[in-house]
């Protein structure tokens, strides 16, 4: 990976390995979230795709997601600019805003627990969806964002 490419190139001129560098683990785009129809409002679940592993905070077939869950996003420039869910700690929307990564992340710390260790991985803290049905989702509500 070129050195500091984060601060010196924008996001769509990452090589695939330096875009995936960017990922700061935390695993919150992972979780299942809802459009309420009536008002656009973005409803978080601490509910996570079935593929999540909630003790590592990764995909745990990475390489055949979108084979698995055909409705896993694809996270792009574009959507990191226009996804507002995102969490504004991730290291695609900073990047995505011009904004500096966070000291603790991975790129900059070289802690690849920097997430954990700062409190907003979901390390722990999401469930599967395939243990919940999705008749309790509502149970599991988290966060409620409203339209922009």
């Not at 996001?11 to 992972?30: K, N």
């Amino acid at each position: 990976m070129r050195e500091r490419f984060w601060e010196r190139f924008p996001l769509e001129a990452l090589t695939p390995q330096e875009w995936e560098a960017v990922c700061d683990g935390c695993g919150q785009c992972c979780l299942v979230r809802l459009e309420d129809e009536e008002n656009q409002e973005i409803v978080t679940l601490s509910v996570a795709c079935r593929l999540f592993d909630t003790k590592d905070c990764r995909c745990s077939d990475y390489e055949h997601r979108f084979d698995k869950v055909p409705d896993c996003l694809q996270l792009t420039p574009e959507r990191a600019r226009a996804f507002h869910w995102l969490p504004e700690t991730c290291g695609y929307r900073r990047l995505a805003q011009s904004k500096p990564l966070p000291k603790w992340h991975p790129l900059r710390s070289g802690d690849l627990s920097g997430a954990r260790r700062a409190g907003i991985s979901m390390h722990g803290m999401a469930v599967s969806e395939a243990v919940v049905p999705e008749s309790d989702y509502e149970d599991y509500i988290i966060a409620v964002i409203p339209c922009q």
